[in-house]
């Protein structure tokens, strides 16, 4: 019913910089939040950045001032922009979004399939 779906993930060089997207579709009534979570094979998935509705922003210690989170009127695109990029960086990077379907009664947490990010040189 609810879809978000990544794009934007790909190689890139040390100090480089990416833009992922993700777009939410489906019957959704209301979005109070969404965000960015990036997971490394045998780890646990990790806060990269969150937004809210009224468009306050954290990020995680290791992301700030190279990261930056941002999102259109509807809140129905938000995107990660990663600039100097890290090897430590290189993960699969997940959108979450924080909503209630149109058919809900509960606010749920809903997952993209993952986007890759490797950061080589």
């Known amino acids: 019913q609810v879809q978000l779906v990544e794009s934007g993930g790909g190689l890139v060089q040390p100090g480089g910089s990416l833009r992922l997207s993700c777009a939410a579709s489906g019957s959704i009534f209301s979005i109070f939040g969404m965000g960015w979570y990036r997971q490394v094979p045998g780890k646990q998935r990790e806060l990269v950045a969150i937004i809210t509705s009224g468009g306050r922003t954290s990020y995680a210690d290791s992301v700030k001032g190279r990261f930056t989170i941002s999102r259109d009127n509807a809140m129905t695109t938000v995107y990660l922009q990663m600039n100097s990029l890290k090897p430590e960086d290189t993960a699969v990077y997940y959108c979450?979004?924080?909503?209630?379907?149109?058919?809900?009664?509960?606010?749920?947490?809903?997952w993209g399939q993952g986007t890759q990010v490797t950061v080589s040189s």
């Open positions: 979450n979004g924080r909503l209630r379907g149109s058919t809900d009664y509960v606010i749920s947490d809903y």
